[in-house]
C-alpha cells in the first residue's frame, strides 16, 4: 500500500484559495486517490477521488500530474467552516483492500 | 439515504467490562469497515466486511477484539476485558463494492462511538 506524506497544518483566511498537496511516491498503477475532511468529533468526509489530471466538483478540485507521485487538493475561497483535518488516502479500490490514513492536514481558516 | 448510524455515541467504562458497539450501514453498502482513531490521529483499520464475511483483519484487532455482520447488514464490535489502551473513537464506515469489477464507490462514515475506560 502506498505510503502517503502531507503537511503536518496549513493557515488560511477566508476568501483565500487553499492547495493541500499530498505525495505518493510509491502509488500504484491501480490505486486512486482520495480525500476526506473531518471535523471534531465527526467521521470523515468524502470529498474528491481522481486517478489522473484534473477532478473538479462542487467542493473541490484535484490536480495529479501525469507522474501520479502527488496530487493537490484545492479549495476555493476557503471560509471559516472549513477548519478540519484533510487526510489523503492512496488506495486499490478496484477489491479488497484496508485503508491507510496518514495524520492527515489540520488546515486553520481565520477571519 | 440516512447514512451510517452508530450507537451508542459515547460510552464510559470500567477496565475489564466488556463493550459492544453497533452499526447501521447505508441499506445498500455491501462493504463494512471498521476503524478506531486517537487523539490527533488518522482512522486505524481494523477489520471489513463483504455482505457477511468478514474478509481482511488488521494485526491491531487483539483476540479481545470480535467482528460480527450476521445478516450483512448492521455489524456489531465487541472489546472482551477492555483496557486503558482500547480508549478511542471507533469509526465504522460502508461502501457500495460492485461486484461485477469497475470503480468501487468511496467509504461513507458514522460519526463513531467514543469509548472511555476509567
Known amino acids: 500500500l502506498a505510503k502517503t506524506t502531507q503537511p503536518i497544518s496549513m493557515d488560511s483566511y477566508e476568501g483565500q484559495e487553499v492547495n493541500i498537496t499530498c505525495s505518493h511516491n510509491?502509488?500504484?498503477?491501480?490505486?486512486?486517490i482520495t480525500w476526506y475532511q473531518q471535523f471534531p468529533s465527526q467521521g470523515p468526509r468524502f470529498i474528491i477521488q481522481?486517478?489522473?489530471t484534473k477532478v473538479t466538483n462542487e467542493v473541490a478540485s484535484l490536480f495529479i500530474p501525469a507522474d501520479r507521485k502527488s496530487s493537490t487538493l484545492s479549495l476555493p475561497r476557503v471560509s471559516l467552516s472549513d477548519t478540519a483535518v484533510y487526510y489523503c488516502?492512496?488506495?486499490?479500490?478496484?477489491?479488497?483492500?484496508?485503508?491507510?490514513f496518514g495524520a492527515g492536514t489540520r488546515l486553520f481558516v481565520k477571519a | 439515504d440516512t447514512g451510517v448510524s452508530q450507537n451508542p455515541r459515547h460510552k464510559i467504562t470500567k477496565r475489564g467490562q466488556n463493550v459492544t458497539f453497533r452499526c447501521d450501514p447505508i441499506?445498500?453498502?455491501?462493504?463494512l469497515y471498521w476503524y478506531r482513531q486517537t487523539l490527533g490521529q488518522g482512522p486505524e483499520f481494523l477489520t471489513y466486511?463483504?455482505?457477511?464475511?468478514?474478509?481482511?483483519k488488521s494485526r491491531l484487532l487483539s483476540d479481545r477484539f470480535s467482528a460480527e455482520r450476521p445478516k450483512g447488514s448492521f455489524s456489531t464490535l465487541e472489546i472482551q476485558r477492555t483496557e486503558q489502551g482500547d480508549s478511542a473513537m471507533y469509526l465504522c464506515?460502508?461502501?457500495?463494492?460492485?461486484?461485477?469489477?469497475?470503480?468501487?464507490?468511496?467509504?461513507?462514515f458514522g460519526d463513531g462511538t467514543r469509548l472511555s475506560i476509567l
Open positions: 510509491n502509488i500504484a498503477t491501480n490505486d486512486y
Open positions: 441499506s445498500e453498502h455491501n462493504r
Open positions: 488516502l492512496v488506495g486499490d479500490y478496484g477489491g479488497g483492500f484496508k485503508t491507510i
Open positions: 466486511f463483504q455482505n457477511e464475511a468478514q474478509l481482511e
Open positions: 464506515a460502508s461502501s457500495l463494492a460492485k461486484e461485477s469489477g469497475g470503480l468501487n464507490q468511496p467509504q461513507h
Open positions: 481522481g486517478y489522473k
